[in-house]
C-alpha cells in the first residue's frame, strides 16, 4: 500500500479538518446533550453548569493524549492499534470491542431521540404520529444512513458537515429567539441543599460527561483524514472546547427558560428541551425551530458517524485477524468496508430494539470509558516500548494525564448504573471468550503501522500556509464561542 498516494489499504485520505470536526461533533452533540445530560436539569437545576465545566476537565487531558497518538498513527482503527502496538492483542481486542459497542450505542440513541423530536414535530402541525412505534422511525433512518455510508467517506464527509452546519444555524436563531423569553431569576433559588446525595450526584456526573463521549471519533477515520498529523490533534484540541460551548449554551437557555417547578418534567423527559418548551407554553415557532434543529442538523449529525466510526474499527479489526476475515471487505466502487457498515447496522437494529435510551446511554459511557482507560495505557505503554516513533505532537504532562483519566474514569464507573454494568461485563467476557477460541488461534496480522510509518504525506509550503489558515479561523472562533459559553453564567450574577 502507498500512503503517499492517499492510499491505505483502499481506504482514501479526503477528510479535511472542518470534516474532522464536524465528525467529532456530530458524535458527540446529539443525544447525550439533547436527552440523558440536559434532563439532569431536573435533578440539579442550574448546578448543571458545574458537571458541564467537571466533564470538560477530564476530557481535555484525553483528547491531548489521543492527539498525539493519532499524529504519530494516523490509521485507521484508532485505540485498538494503539492498544496493539503499546500493550498487546488481549487488551486491543478488549478497545475494539467496547468502543464498537459504546459508539453504535450513541447512534441507536440518536435514531431514537431522531424519533421523539420528529413526533414532536409533527405534532405542532396537527399531524398525530404517536400511533407510529418510534423503533420503527429509528430502524428506517439507521437504513438511510447505512446506505449512505456504503457511498463512500467523501459523501459522507460532506453530508456530516452540512449537517453540522445546519445544526449551529438553527441553534443561532434559536438563541436569538428565546432570548427575550429567558428569566434571570430561574437560576436562583436552588440551593446545594436541594441537590441528590453523593452517589447519585455522581451517577449524574456520569451522564453529563457522556455527551463529551466520543470526542475521538476522527482518530478512527484516521486512515481517511489528509495531512493527519497536522489535522488531527488540532481537531481534538478543537472539538472538545466547541462541545462545551454547545452543551452550556443549549443549558442555560433551558434553565432560564424553565422554572423549577418543572423540573420534575425535565427530570424524566426523553425530549428535555421539547417537554420544558411545552410545559411553560412557548410552543409553536420556538419549538418547531428547535425540533428542525435537533432532529435534522443534531441528531443526523450522531447517527452519521455513529456508523462510520465503529465500522473503521471493525474494518481494521478484521484486517489484522481479530475478527472474522469478510469483515474487511472493501467495497471496489465505492471504497468503503461494506461488510463492516451492514454489521453496524445489525448492532443497530438489537440495541434500536430495548427503546431505551437511558440503557443506551449507560453501556455507552461505560464501554468508551473502559476503552479510555485501556487508551491512556496504551500511551504509556507506546512511551516504553516505542521511544523510535515519531511525535508530530506531543500531549503536555502526558504521563500525568494518563494516571488522571485512569483514576477519574474509574472512580466514575464506580457510581454507573448497575445493569449497564453487568451489560458491560458480558461484553467483556465474550470479548475475552471470542478471543481464546478465535483470535488467539488466528494469525496474528501484520500491521499497517508497521510498514508503512514513515510514508504520511507532507504538505507543501502552501497547503501547510493553508492548513495553517483554516486552524486559525477555527480557533478564534472556538475560543470566542466558549468565553460566551462561560460568560452568559456570570449574567444573572450581574443581573442581580
Not at 372 to 398: E, F, M, S, T
Not at 433 to 444: E, G, I, L
Not at 482 to 493: D, E, F, S
Request: with cysteine.
Amino acid at each position: 500500500m502507498d500512503t503517499s498516494n492517499n492510499m491505505q489499504n483502499g481506504l482514501v485520505r479526503v477528510l479535511g479538518l472542518k470534516e474532522a470536526i464536524s465528525m467529532t461533533i456530530g458524535t458527540v452533540v446529539g443525544v447525550g446533550l439533547f436527552t440523558c445530560g440536559s434532563s439532569q436539569i431536573g435533578l440539579v437545576g442550574p448546578w448543571i453548569i458545574v458537571f458541564t465545566l467537571g466533564a470538560l476537565l477530564i476530557s481535555i487531558w484525553p483528547c491531548l493524549i489521543y492527539g498525539e497518538m493519532a499524529a504519530a498513527l494516523p490509521y485507521a482503527g484508532g485505540t485498538y492499534i494503539y492498544a496493539k502496538l503499546g500493550l498487546n492483542r488481549v487488551w486491543a481486542n478488549l478497545a475494539g470491542w467496547h468502543y464498537i459497542v459504546s459508539v453504535i450505542a450513541i447512534g441507536a440513541g440518536e435514531t431514537l431521540a431522531f424519533a421523539n423530536n420528529f413526533t414532536i414535530l409533527m405534532e405542532q402541525f396537527g399531524i398525530d404520529i404517536t400511533w407510529l412505534d418510534p423503533r420503527i422511525i429509528a430502524i428506517i433512518l439507521v437504513a438511510s444512513f447505512l446506505i449512505l455510508n456504503l457511498r463512500g467517506i467523501e459523501m459522507s464527509g460532506k453530508m456530516q458537515t452540512a449537517f453540522m452546519f445546519f445544526f449551529w444555524g438553527c441553534a443561532v436563531l434559536w438563541f436569538l429567539y428565546m432570548i427575550p423569553h429567558v428569566h434571570m431569576e430561574y437560576f436562583g433559588g436552588f440551593a446545594m441543599t436541594s441537590l441528590p446525595p453523593f452517589e447519585e450526584l455522581m451517577y449524574i456526573f456520569g451522564l453529563v460527561w457522556w455527551c463529551y463521549t466520543g470526542f475521538e471519533t476522527c482518530v478512527s477515520m484516521g486512515a481517511e483524514v489528509k495531512y493527519p498529523h497536522y489535522t488531527l490533534p488540532r481537531a481534538l484540541k478543537l472539538s472538545v472546547f466547541l462541545v462545551f460551548a454547545v452543551n452550556a449554551l443549549f443549558q442555560w437557555f433551558l434553565v432560564g427558560l424553565v422554572p423549577s417547578e418543572f423540573y420534575g418534567i425535565l427530570a424524566t423527559a426523553d425530549a428535555p428541551y421539547a417537554d420544558g418548551l411545552k410545559a411553560v407554553g412557548l410552543v409553536g415557532a420556538p419549538l418547531i425551530l428547535l425540533c428542525i434543529g435537533i432532529a435534522f442538523g443534531g441528531d443526523l449529525s450522531t447517527i452519521n458517524p455513529g456508523i462510520a466510526a465503529p465500522a473503521r474499527y471493525i474494518y481494521t479489526m478484521a484486517e489484522d485477524h481479530a475478527l472474522p476475515h469478510f469483515l474487511s471487505w472493501i467495497h471496489p466502487k465505492y471504497r468503503t468496508p461494506h461488510v463492516a457498515v451492514w454489521m453496524v447496522g445489525i448492532i443497530n437494529a438489537i440495541l434500536i430494539a430495548t427503546g431505551s435510551i437511558v440503557y443506551i446511554a449507560s453501556i455507552s459511557l461505560i464501554s468508551l470509558a473502559v476503552c479510555y482507560i485501556i487508551g491512556c495505557l496504551a500511551y504509556l505503554g507506546l512511551k516504553r516500548k516505542r521511544v523510535d516513533l515519531q511525535r508530530p505532537y506531543q500531549a503536555p504532562w502526558g504521563r500525568v494525564g494518563c494516571y488522571f483519566t485512569i483514576a477519574a474514569y474509574i472512580f466514575m464507573l464506580c457510581f454507573a448504573d448497575k445493569v449497564a454494568l453487568l451489560t458491560a461485563g458480558i461484553v467483556t467476557i465474550l470479548c475475552l471468550a471470542f478471543y481464546v477460541a478465535f483470535t488467539m488461534r488466528a494469525s496474528n496480522g501484520v500491521m499497517i503501522v508497521e510498514q508503512n510509518a514513515d510514508t504520511i504525506k507532507e504538505p507543501s509550503d502552501e497547503e501547510k500556509h493553508m492548513l495553517n489558515r483554516e486552524y486559525a479561523i477555527w480557533k478564534y472562533i472556538t475560543i470566542a464561542v466558549t468565553l460566551i459559553a462561560i460568560g452568559v453564567y456570570a449574567l444573572p450574577m450581574i443581573w442581580y
